[in-house]
């Protein structure tokens, strides 16, 4: 399901552009789209509606025709057209048809729209087009409600007091807590002024307003972890960081983001991770996928799906891939004008892989926040070839602060200070050594491993050489048969981690 793909606290950018029936224009859709809402007649309003009515379509070759006639190049390039003719299955089955109920806030390059999906989920839309010609759609950003019917009343139809409440608390937190002071600061007064000046006065619906808000925040910030939501905690106000175990409690049933550690031709192990888990329960299940993979060649670590997590879990596993003790990175907190430091951990148990091994790391455009840390930290300390996407570019913890009975907000206190770089990835993401579309980057990094394991090979018994050109064969065969979509490789052996530590 999508929720299991989030990324961005709160929000997902959707990166498929979808399109509506081949020989028809934005300007004029045909019956099936959302009739009873009126679109502004703006480019970003043709576009809008021209999504709506593609997505409820239900046809993927209609979906791939508006990709190719309307997305932005620059956004093609970062995503194959396999990728998100597989994501937009996912979010039609996930949503059903999409209804407009409103438009939130509209510009030229710019618009945002309110939603119910017939599954009953509520979505507020951002659409975001190119500044200059030929306008292509760069993104979707979508707000997803965590219940359904949340946009026609959940919380309650709010009141000028609460929005009124909800500015200044909201402000007074910036201005106390956000890493950049100055930013804060600007970002206080411009949610005051628009206030006072009525911008907010329409927005009923919490999740509306806390949309609304959050792009008026991010539009001076340029910060991904920066939200305001509905609802997030019991009623009553307050904050919780990533050290509150109610913040980690349910991952439990996730296996802790421990998706997969399997053993694939050639020797090469393989770990897909998606969360950075926080705290001492999960370290068994990671002891026993790094003990599962301690006899590999070469080790691939998948976070395509990886939207962050804990810098805990990050020195642990690290403490696997390294001989000594290594500076890994640290943070600068605003709060309390302090920095603190992570290095690898030289407790863990079993067998490690140590410095010899060569990692290689997948990234996305959704890696997001602690998985960015983990692949920048290994990129410059010269430990991991990075393969796939440039990430989402999230370099700011962040702590939950209830602001009243409906809202609350992930403030980011603190940045990330490289050892090596003195900087972060903030805004930019971490550009990959070998580039590699989403669906492919996992074929791209065998490959590399491989070809780098026949040619470090002088020494190697004649039988071991056979093994791995036989795996670097089908993986060749595999890459060449991706674009015609028919698959070649043979299963590999696999082995899921338990909670239990392995089971």
């Known amino acids: 399901m999508l929720n299991n793909r989030m990324v961005i606290a709160g929000t997902c950018l959707v990166a498929l552009t979808l399109t509506f029936v081949p020989g028809t224009s934005l300007a004029e859709p045909t019956a099936g789209a959302a009739a009873a809402v009126t679109f502004p007649d703006t480019i970003a309003g043709r576009m809008a509606k021209g999504y709506i009515k593609a997505f409820n379509s239900g046809d993927a070759e209609i979906m791939g025709a508006f990709e190719t006639e309307h997305r932005a190049k620059s956004a093609l390039k970062r995503r194959s057209m396999k990728d998100r003719l597989k ?24 618009i945002t729209v309110s939603a119910n999906g017939s599954t009953g989920v509520g979505l507020v839309m951002d659409f975001e087009l190119e500044e200059e010609p030929p306008y292509g759609l760069l993104g979707i950003r979508i707000s997803i409600s965590a219940e359904p019917g949340m946009l026609s009343g959940t919380y309650g139809s709010i009141d000028g007091e609460v929005r009124a409440d909800t500015v200044e608390k909201v402000a007074a937190e910036l201005d ?68 509150d175990e109610s913040w980690w409690a349910p991952d439990k049933y996730k296996n802790y983001g421990f998706e997969e550690v399997s053993h694939l031709p050639g020797n090469i192990g393989y770990l897909k991770l998606d969360m950075f888990h926080h705290g001492p329960e999960s370290e068994p299940t990671a002891a026993a996928a790094m003990n599962f993979l301690a006899n590999s060649d070469a080790l691939i670590v998948d976070l395509r799906e990886n939207g962050g997590g804990s810098p805990h879990m990050i020195a642990f596993l690290s403490g696997y891939l390294f001989d000594e003790r290594t500076h890994l990175n640290s943070f600068y907190h605003r709060p309390d004008n302090s920095t603190s430091e992570t290095w690898t951990r030289t407790d863990v148990p079993g067998k490690r892989l140590g410095q010899k091994v060569p ?24 430990r991991a070839t990075i393969v796939g996407e440039t990430t989402g570019g999230g370099a700011h913890p962040v702590f939950r602060q209830q602001v009243n009975e409906v809202f609350s907000m992930m403030v980011p206190f603190a940045r990330a200070i490289n050892p090596i770089t003195k900087t972060n990835w903030e805004g930019v993401g971490i550009k990959p050594h070998i580039e590699a579309s989403m669906s492919d980057a996992l074929l791209a990094a065998r490959k590399v491993a491989l070809e780098r394991l026949i040619g470090a090979g002088k020494d190697v018994p004649e039988a071991r050489m056979r093994d791995l050109r036989s795996a670097l064969r089908q993986v060749e065969n595999d890459l060449a048969s991706a674009e015609t979509g028919v698959a070649t490789t043979a299963k590999s052996t696999k082995k899921v981690v338990g909670c239990g530590g392995g089971k």
Not at 87 to 110: K, P, S
Not at 192 to 201: P, Q, S, T, V
Request: proline fraction near 1%; charge should be negative; glycine fraction near 12%.
């Open 359 to 382: 990692v290689y790391v997948l990234t996305s455009a959704y890696t997001f926040s602690g998985a960015e840390e983990f692949t920048y930290n290994l990129k410059h300390l010269e």
């Open 176 to 243: 106390k807590s956000y890493v950049y002071p100055e930013i804060g600061s600007k970002m206080a007064d411009a949610v005051r002024k628009n206030l006072a000046e009525g911008k907010y006065d329409e927005l009923d619906s919490a999740d509306l307003f806390a949309s609304v808000l959050t792009k008026d925040l991010q539009a001076i910030s340029h910060d991904k972890h920066l939200n305001v939501r509905a609802g997030g905690g019991d009623g009553g106000c307050g904050e919780e960081t990533e050290d």
């Open 87 to 110: 994501m937009y299955r996912e979010l039609y089955t996930d949503w059903g048809r999409i209804e407009v109920v409103g438009v939130v806030a509209d510009g030229e390059r710019g």
